[in-house]
């Protein structure tokens, strides 16, 4: 490739391609003409390969020019050449023959040296499982007067009879396993026969060892199973013959028969196996730093399986989830009873290993976790649903309004979903393994709640007594829901962190990142209730609003209780002054001691919405009194120029303008009612204007 690189002939610079580009690896003519497309016509490219293209065909013809001879020589060299090739097939063909008869020489060797060693073989077979069938009569004798042992023998002597017996057992075995072709089938017998023999005085001796708390002689009994292999064995006798009876009396107490609400006691009763007839056993095969036998899991082997046996044939009612109360506890009472078994394992691998096994894990299964979620569910969201569908009314409210500065909601729904999000985590209803549904079911009450804020708002209040009686919430209305609703949401908002800090306690994942996700979801949740507060806020002033609005109205009768009525100049305000603002003094005086942050603030929003109304009336009056004022003196101009008589000097003050000082002292009056309800007179929008309006019609 090099070689055809260097001779390629190089294209003039004044063309749009390299010759470089026709010998890379990746040439594509597609991608070619795309390239070059973009940069000259088609018909410049079309130029530049025709004339490249005569440089390859010149280049072309001289490279068949140079090298022209060793063409020509290369073809005479040729000639003769098969004649030759002839000559060398005949001793070829002879050789071949030569290889092919050795190799069949080798081939018939070999075969008869191997049939010859296939012979050795089975002759050293047979050797060998003759001189093992020997054994196995000789082992089967020794088994025969070993295991004859006298029943009254002394353990020390019975220990040593059977290792013994348990080394000619192991012999017996291997030769057997050698000379399968020629024992019979009572020898095999037989020798089944002593196994079980030996098994059964060890049984005998391990079980008496237990029941006297021997360790030297127990030790010596688990090694003689090891090498037996027999480790199933042990495990079943303990099971069966010290586990089985022992747990068999306890669940069939007749305090266990009789009452159903003693689980606890019998885990404890249980339990105490462990710390009794089983201690021993534990402490030789079990705990690390001491004399360790391997390979022996008598705690679930033995005890957890005969356990779980004997609770699934007695105590089935346990695990009924029909009443959530008496399930919660027969299950929290179960998992601290796995987690003191759990903690008799001093290392993980341990107590992965009785999580893993089959039956423990069946076990577990046995509670149906979700059939309990959804009977708490129903009854916790049933609740919730139930105080959320009631209309807003006077019996919405807990009890006087001095509940707003305790601790405790002023209204019955508010207190309701607070105590049943409360409840969802309480000992008596929250499972750890639970803990995902729970609190989703958590935040599923609070979106709830804040839906059913948002519509309360809006809500037609049913101001009507249900019972006939007249009662001490008749006299609340609407305004008093949504104060009491604006603070029960502040109370809310900030009693979230602690309720995120009860979660926090109650979650089986400690990590970081799982108590950041948590605080997330608080944050959001507080961040939805927050934005309810302007809506109540809303509210609030649209009550006050309504109550003050319509005393307002009486600003356009002014005109006409000084219009040609010859009243005398005004020097006090009008009543409806007094009146639109009593309603807002009311209010100052009933919440101001207990709330007066919020006070001043809704103060401040109702009576800017009131001024700027206010503002409207007033300068609607006196717009409508400048108009007037103007078309009666031109009407008096024209009628004094047809009589011709000059007009009077002015007499007194006109109706207009005791209309105007009417509606000065009223701005004033209301400016004064405004400072008295200690809200600031500059927050208030509007009533710098309302002030300049009146004080500039007087100017006039």
Known sequence: MSDDKTGLPVAPRDLCFSEREFIQNNFNIDTFLQDHRKVVKLETMRDDLGMYLKLLRSAMIDLINRDYTDFVNLSSNLIGLDKAISGLEVPLGQLREEVMQIQQTLDDEISTLSNSLSDDSQVKLRKQSLHSLQCVYKCLRKLSLMLSMDTYMERLAKIDVLEQATAELNQLKFHTSRCKSDISADQQSESKKFEDLLIKHLNELFLACIHEKDSTLLIRCLRIYTMLDNVATAELVVR???????????????NSQTKFDNLQSIYHRLLSILSGELKQLLDITLYPNRMLIEGFNFLVNSFWIEIEENIDQQLKYIFAPGDPELFHKRYTE?????????????????TSMLKSHVQYKSFIKKWNLPVYFQIRFQEI????ETALKESISPESMKGSIDILTLEEFSLHTTSVVWNCLHRIWSDNVYLCQLFLEFWKLSLQICSRFQTWARAAVKQKWQDFNKSGNATDTDRYTKLDFLVHLYCDLEKFINGLPHFLQLVQSKSPNQSPAAIKLLEDCISETSKNFTMILPLTTEGIVNELLMQCVTHLKQVNDIPRLFRRTNREVPTKPCAYVKNALNFLTNFRTNYNELIPANVTKWLQLALSSLTERYLTSVTDVLTSVQKTEESLRRLKRIRD?????????????????????????????????????????????????????VEAALKK
């Open 240 to 254: 069966k013959d010290v586990i089985g009876p022992r747990i068999n009396d306890i669940l069939q107490d007749e």
């Open 334 to 350: 179960t998992m601290w009873f796995r987690k003191k078994l759990e903690e008799l394992y001093d290392t993980p691998s341990c």
């Open 381 to 384: 969201a049933g609740t919730v």
């Open 641 to 693: 120029k047809s009589t011709g008589v000059l007009p009077p000097d002015s007499q007194g003050i006109s109706d207009d303008e005791k209309i105007r000082i009417q509606l000065q002292i009223d701005v004033n009056t209301y400016r004064v009612m405004i400072a008295e309800l200690d809200v600031p007179v500059s927050d208030i929008s509007h009533l710098q204007e309302l002030v300049q309006a």
